[in-house]
């Protein structure tokens, strides 16, 4: 069976990613690709190394008829990802991109996104898309939000950790570097070229980036009690990868095997050998994580760092092993594409 595919912001990064992975998949067509600004373009218009690919033309949402769509990919942005999802039919399956559905409280989202929730109804019905620990509620939800790329590998790395309790839950330090692709393509200042090349920075210092309110929320549950990680992102002058080194306070071999143990099943998470740390350059334009475990020279003390691609594995990669997942497909069809080296 061939699932017809619609994606709304289809001129974004996270858009081109999902055509460039849904386009080799066995039983998905894309029937439809929207994107305001750009409508009446063609995709080779605005992504040329997408020439080789037959596809629809780009046009406006209004335009789409969704009755002859199985599986909607909403990559919008923030705000207007909800506005837009209320609207679509009840009965469409969805996996958003975004961050309107990420957060179970509208007051967190109000908190962390400035603006009030404008489609609580969807909301409450929305399912946490990090597919490795959600998949039972993945296949029969109708509505999947993906999760924010640094909330991703954050919790690739830590999770397990908190879950077993083998980590001291009140100091957890996560160092995180993402490269720009993960701020979008939209023009801003900071991300020009003689902005950004050759230098290094930190970014939302002291606890104000809003992928913490995922942190707290999925942490928090984990445990049974409140938990906040110490975050702080850097923007790396590449353009695809996320890094995250985190120092916890535990012993390294139970830190190391609790994780190998967690991840031993899965298909895109490798947890590497006692000592080895990863790379971006091991994951890149891949669906996998890469895990590292090594012992601090303080006693009691271990370094997890985690790798992988933010627009595949952080993203667009994510979500089509949701929408595998919801649609009856195996959830690495499509998805199992060697990394690109060097």
């Avoid at 289809?10 to 999902?18: I, M, P, V």
């Avoid at 979500?319 to 649609?327: F, P, R, V």
Wanted: charged share 20%; proline share 5%.
């Amino acid at each position: 069976m061939t699932h017809k595919i619609a994606i709304l912001g289809a001129s974004g990064y996270t858009g081109a990613e999902l055509v460039r992975l849904i386009a080799e998949h066995p039983n998905m067509d894309i029937v439809a690709l929207a994107a305001e600004r750009k409508a009446g373009l063609s995709m080779a218009q605005v992504f040329p190394h997408l020439r080789h690919m037959d596809l629809p033309d780009l046009c406006k949402i209004s335009e789409i008829d969704f009755s002859q769509i199985d599986l909607c990919f909403c990559a919008l942005p923030h705000k207007t990802s909800q506005d837009v999802i209320r609207a679509l039919p009840k009965d469409l399956k969805i996996v958003d991109l975004s961050a309107d559905f990420r957060l179970e409280d509208a007051e967190a989202y109000e908190k962390w996104y400035g603006n009030p929730h404008s489609a609580l109804e969807q909301q409450s019905e929305a399912v946490y898309g990090l597919t490795e620990f959600c998949r039972d509620q993945i296949r029969t939800a109708r509505l999947v939000a993906g999760t924010g790329c640094n909330a991703a590998t954050g919790q690739f790395v830590l999770r397990p950790l908190v879950s077993a309790g083998v980590i001291d839950l009140d100091d957890i330090i996560l160092d995180l570097k993402c490269a720009v692709s993960g701020a979008g393509r939209s023009l801003k200042e900071n991300l020009l070229h003689a902005e950004l090349s050759e230098g290094y920075h930190a970014y939302a210092v002291g606890g104000t980036h809003r992928h913490l309110g995922e942190f707290d929320q999925e942490f928090s549950k984990i445990a049974g009690r409140p938990v906040h990680v110490q975050f702080t992102p850097h923007l790396l002058p590449a353009n695809r990868g996320i890094l995250a080194t985190t120092y916890v306070k535990g012993d390294p071999q139970s830190v190391y095997e609790t994780l190998k143990s967690a991840y031993e099943a899965e298909p895109f998470i490798q947890v590497l050998p006692f000592g080895e740390t990863p790379s971006t350059h091991h994951v890149r334009g891949s669906n996998f994580c890469h895990i590292g475990v090594v012992a601090d020279r303080v006693e009691r003390r271990a370094i997890v760092v985690g790798a992988l691609d933010n627009l595949t594995k952080g993203s667009s990669g994510q979500a089509l092993q949701n929408a595998n997942l919801m649609l009856g497909e195996v959830e690495t069809t499509g998805l199992m594409m060697a990394p690109l080296f060097p």
